[in-house]
């Protein structure tokens, strides 16, 4: 398929939230060139609480707006879109843009690296009962044993909250799931969750490895643009925040993640 695209237009990257920060952090860390512009849909945060066709109406509206913008790939920066809306935005995008998520990066992490292994994974709702990481993983037939379980309320106290001590209570009661304790590795099937992945890991009584989606992802999507010959190496790496309903909290989060120079600007979806 061929995308009219050149290497210095933008990478679109959208979540309902800051979760998608770690995400979008992870890529300038991996690619300092290239030019970003996020969509945060704060209007309808946590997507992960939504109904396959709340998600996917809201996806498709963000990929048309970043397709406005002129973005060369959009990356679904949620793992809840990713399981409901990719392959919808995928070919709604058509020959437009290139459109990655964040659910195959880490299932090709877990084939290489964690066969014959158990696999603990904690998402939203929409992220477990849509079973996808579960199906990649047995399709691969890599003798790996995944547990899944629902943390729904996690992403909407990380929004709340941040990184803070009135999550610990929340996660002792979800990580002490039975299906969560005898694993090797523990999936972080949110891009909310790694901003509190210390106080996962202080959950644990003992070392675990914690599988951070957002590296895996932004690794992924530098592969892709290599391969593709859309690698920006001379941009100025111009970032752009667009949200669909400002809050003080994502304003926040997002110069703690990447200094004071962003720029937001309210775009509400339905209007």
Known sequence: MKHDQTPTKPIGIFDSGIGGLTVAHALVNHLPKENIIYFGDTAHLPYGDKSTAAIQAYSIKIAHMLLQQQCKLILIACNSASAAA??????YVGSKAHVMNVIDPVVHLLKDKYKHKRIGLIGTRQTVNSHIYKKKIDDANHGITLSSHATNLLASAIEEFGNHEVLDGLLNVYLSHPDLQQIDALVLACTHYPIIKDRILK?????LEIIDSSDAVAAAVKTHLEKHALLNTNGSSN???????YTESFAANAKLFFGSEITFESYPLWD
Do not use: I, N, R, T
């Not at 990719?86 to 070919?91: G, I, P, Q, S, T």
């Not at 959950?203 to 070392?207: H, L, T």
């Not at 970032?239 to 309903?245: A, E, G, R, V």
């Open 86 to 91: 990719y392959e919808l935005v995928k070919e």
């Open 239 to 245: 970032k752009h925040f667009y949200l669909s309903d």
């Open 203 to 207: 959950c644990y009584k003992k070392p």
